[in-house]
């Protein structure tokens, strides 16, 4: 079976451009605000596993559709020679630069593309467009328009009542924010419009959910990995006699405290990279300054421990006593009040205390080895308690559910605000053992066995399915 192709086509800065990256899951292509930033035609196929499911032809937009539409009646002898009339039209103007964006987006459809045609419902109807759509029926090719409104104001319903006397379906489509099922709506739709495309498109929508999922599985496993290597993580450093008897412990725990630091945070930087990428998301700019240690934003904030931990009661029962999330009430979360004092690690922790949660965490200690060859081995951490985990595991579902439901449309910058609601509260109770023990073996052993590993990524991606679906329902 050949896969479909579909031109989207329309008045020049009206969000084609937009409309083919998310479709085609392509934040490569270039969207700007003025118009002509398309000057020629360019494909963008959407593979999945090596199977081209369809084609996007982005094209440029109409400049000249009125005196094309006279050229067309002036040369058509009835309904039925339509078609070859709009290919002639392009043999005889393709090259004379009269007509350059008309040959550009009129040539895939004479090839047989269906029709995406892009208006912006946010500026009114006018019955200048009248003459593109008219083209464009011309062609005789399955289509199919789209009201993609860029500004404030809304005149969708007028846009509507046009488009239905020109198009076989209309439909309302926000290329930046239109959510995944919105993206099978329209395959199905231009499924129902060309007979031969029914098939390919019905395989398309199948592969594109399998892909869905398959993704927030290997989303889940990189979380896991990531997790149990930041909660084992242990910064070491060899040192000779005379090094030891030159630095101080205080010191010493100093520079590799904020290396331990420093390598957290690089390990957080580095899962949120592999998880845009595995949604093709590749050229993300964030609100967000993850690497400054005064932001609220940072790891080790207290924002982010108000956000994303748990209290020392729900640790202490592991979820699932008096006080756990539900019943008992919200006392059970942290949402920033009820944790209780944690053991600081007196004299190591310096002006850099604060970042890490306050008074509120028990900090890595340092460990100084016996004297042996004439070397010493200090080592700063691992994590001593299991808060840390769940500050991380809640930053990463959060990151993962953002950057999965971002359209690749999308130029805005990234910004993790967190969700009103913990995103544990949805989790049911064995998912949330399965976390918590897996959480307190990776602090007090270090490397989970498979069998570990491979439940806690399971249950991560419980936890990520149940805060999708509260957010979505929210919503």
């Known amino acids: 079976m050949t896969a479909p192709v579909f031109a989207v086509v329309g008045h020049p800065n009206k969000g084609k451009s937009s409309v083919v990256a998310t479709l085609s899951q392509n934040d490569a ?17 959407l593979t999945v596993d090596g199977k081209t499911l369809y084609t996007l ?41 009269g007509f350059t964006d008309e040959c550009e987006l009129l040539t895939p459809l004479t090839e047989g593309a269906g029709i995406i045609y892009v208006v912006d419902g946010s500026v009114p109807y006018s019955a200048q467009h009248e003459a593109e759509m008219t ?7 399955p289509s199919l328009a789209l009201i993609n409104s860029i500004g404030e104001d809304d005149y969708s319903d007028t846009w509507a009542q046009a488009l239905g006397q020109f198009f076989q379906v209309v439909r309302k489509f926000d290329a930046v924010s239109a959510p995944f099922e919105q993206h099978l ?15 390919p498109l019905e395989q398309a929508t199948d592969f594109l959910l399998a892909q869905r999922r398959q993704r927030r599985t290997e989303a889940a496993a990189k979380i896991a990995r990531t997790l149990e290597e930041m909660m084992s993580f242990r910064e070491k450093r060899t040192l000779t006699t005379l090094q030891t008897s030159e630095m101080s412990d205080e010191e010493l725990a100093r520079q590799l405290r904020t290396s331990w630091y420093h390598n957290q945070r690089k390990r957080e930087q580095q899962l949120r990279i592999a998880i845009e990428k595995l949604y093709e998301h590749h050229r993300i700019e964030r609100q967000e300054a993850e690497l400054e240690w005064h932001s609220e934003h940072d790891l080790f904030s207290e924002d982010s421990r108000k956000a994303w931990g748990v209290n020392r009661r729900y640790l202490a029962t592991a979820g699932f006593g008096a006080g756990a999330v539900g019943g008992a009430g919200v006392d059970a979360l942290t949402l920033g009040h ?10 190591l922790i310096g002006a850099a205390g604060s970042y890490f949660y306050g008074d509120r965490l028990t900090l890595p ?11 010493r081995t200090a080592v700063f951490g691992p994590v001593q308690d299991s808060q840390f985990g769940y500050v991380v ?15 690749h449309a999308g130029r805005e910058l990234l910004d993790l605000a967190p969700a009103d609601n913990h995103w544990l509260e949805h989790l049911d109770r064995v998912n949330r053992q399965v976390i918590h023990r897996a959480l ?15 439940a806690l990524a399971a249950a991560i991606e419980q936890a990520m399915s149940a805060y999708d679906d509260w957010l979505l329902n929210r919503t």
């Open 440 to 454: 307190e073996r990776c602090r007090k052993q270090g490397a989970l066995d498979d069998k570990t590993r491979f």
């Open 135 to 141: 083209i464009l029926r011309w062609t005789g090719r």
């Open 393 to 407: 595991l809640g930053r990463a579902i959060n990151h993962w559910w953002h950057i999965s439901h971002r359209n």
């Open 29 to 45: 292509i270039a969207i700007a605000l003025e118009p002509g930033t398309t000057r020629q035609r360019q494909e963008y196929p």
């Open 57 to 97: 032809v982005d094209t440029p937009g109409f400049q000249r559709p009125r005196r094309v539409l006279e050229w067309l009646e002036a040369h058509s002898i009835s309904a039925s020679d339509r078609a070859e009339t709009v290919k002639a039209f392009i043999i005889q103007h393709r090259d004379d630069g």
């Open 185 to 199: 709506s329209l395959l199905r739709a231009f499924g129902q419009l060309e007979p031969d495309w029914e098939r």
């Open 365 to 375: 200690v340092l460990n100084t080895g016996v004297l042996t060859n004439g070397l």
């Open 338 to 347: 009820s944790l209780g004092a944690g053991a600081l690690v007196g004299g």
